[in-house]
């Protein structure tokens, strides 16, 4: 039996940041030539020297609203050639529960669902913890403090054409949660973050809840982390499959018959987790 064909979308306006990690890590599960990148016209120079399958551009300003739009589409393109298709953005990250599948790809070929949500998963920057490094592994060695965030719930395997709504959160299909956990890397690098605001800042020029978002201070950002770290900790298997948190979850997701998608509300665990060991090496 043939591999299953599988292809990883995202959209960015920059090759810094965590593009890098994006592109070499799900690059080794599925290939360089099985990446696209969604971009504007400034970027397209940016990213057409690099080893991708393609590079897509728009020609609209920011608008989260169009960008939905364009993932949609992006995706439901793409699986008149592939199997199953993967759309997250530049700083996340899915990892299947390492006990039971030992890469991503592994997980992949063993779905038997015509898509999953995965369980998202905030990764948080101690004060006392230094700037990542690329080039070495992430969980556990250098960032081991999380929480459980359904904000971050997100379907983004699939193999049926979906329709996201804003911000990708939810979409036109109801959340079937797997065994695979999205690590989003957003607030696990503090200086990285600063910069990626000063960069999005003149790209949003003139929306004010957009400028507020991404002109927010190091100071700003770092009391929110202390403040998620200040939590108690808790740790082991049964926090990351949260059975409370899941039901919760589930049970306040609604269809909106107005714009053919599924929604609910967003919550998050009162309580920091320790990365179960058992992910070192896995990003």
Known sequence: MSARRVAVVTDTTSSRFYFGLWQRYYGAQFGPENLFVVTSDSGLSEFRPLPLGGVWHVTHAYDDAARAR????????????????????????????????????????????PYVTARGLNVYQAPDERPIDLEKPILVTQRRFVRAETALNKTCVTAIALDWGLGM????????LGELFLFHLKRADIDMLVSWGEWMLPQVKGNSDLEKYYGQTRNSYMDTNKATLNQPLVRGWDVLFNDGLDKQFLDGITYDAANKRYRGPFHSTSTCILVPDQFTGTL
């Open 169 to 176: 959160h939810f979409a036109s299909v109801y959340p079937c």
């Open 70 to 113: 364009t993932m949609s589409a992006a995706v439901s393109f793409l699986l008149t050639s592939y199997d199953y298709v993967i759309r997250v953005d530049v700083d996340e990250f899915l990892v299947p529960d390492p006990r039971k599948y030992p890469s991503l790809r592994d997980y992949v070929e063993k779905l038997t669902r």
